[in-house]
C-alpha cells in the first residue's frame, strides 16, 4: 500500500471515531436501563429483596418477601401493598396487591407488576426523575384493628 491509501484510510478512521462522538446524547433514553433492589423497615414490617427495573418502555416491580415482625403475632386478616414513587413531583403507584383472607404474615412472597412508566411529556423516567419509593401497608390484625405503615425504600439525594 502507498502512503496516499495509508493517509486516507487513517482519515476514513478518524472521521467515523469523531463522529461516533460527536453524536453521543446524555439525553438519549433509548439504552438507559436502571434496576433498584431495595429493602425497607417500619415499626411492624420489614421488605427485603424487593426490585424496581426500568428500561425505556416499561417498568417492573416487585419480588422480595414481606415479613411481620410486629408483637401483634404474625397472622393478618386483610393485607394491602402498595407501592409507588413520587416522580417530578407525582405520585405514581408501581404495584399494588391486596389479599382479603387470613394469611401468615410472618413471610409473604410479593409478585412482580409490569407496567408502562412515562412523564406527562411521553418521555420514559429516568433515574434522576424519581424522588422517592415507599410503600405502604395496611392490614387488619386478627384482633380485627386496621392499621397502616409506610417503609421508606429509596429517597433521591442531591
Known sequence: MDKKSVG???????VAIATFW????DTDQ???YYVYNLDGKSTNWELNQYQVE???TNHTAGGGSLHHIGDDGPVVDTLNFRTAAIIDGTEVTLQAESVHEPIDASEVRI???DNNLFKPNG???MFHDIEEIFVEVEWMDSKGNYQ???LDLYKYRE
Do not use: K, T, Y
Not at 460527536?22 to 446524547?25: P, S
Open 123 to 125: 418521555d420514559p423516567v
Open 22 to 25: 460527536f453524536n453521543q446524547d
Open 111 to 113: 409478585g412482580f407488576a
Open 30 to 32: 433509548s439504552n438507559h
Open 54 to 56: 426500568l428500561v425505556p
Open 148 to 150: 397502616e405503615e409506610r
Open 8 to 14: 486516507l484510510i487513517l482519515l476514513i478512521i478518524v
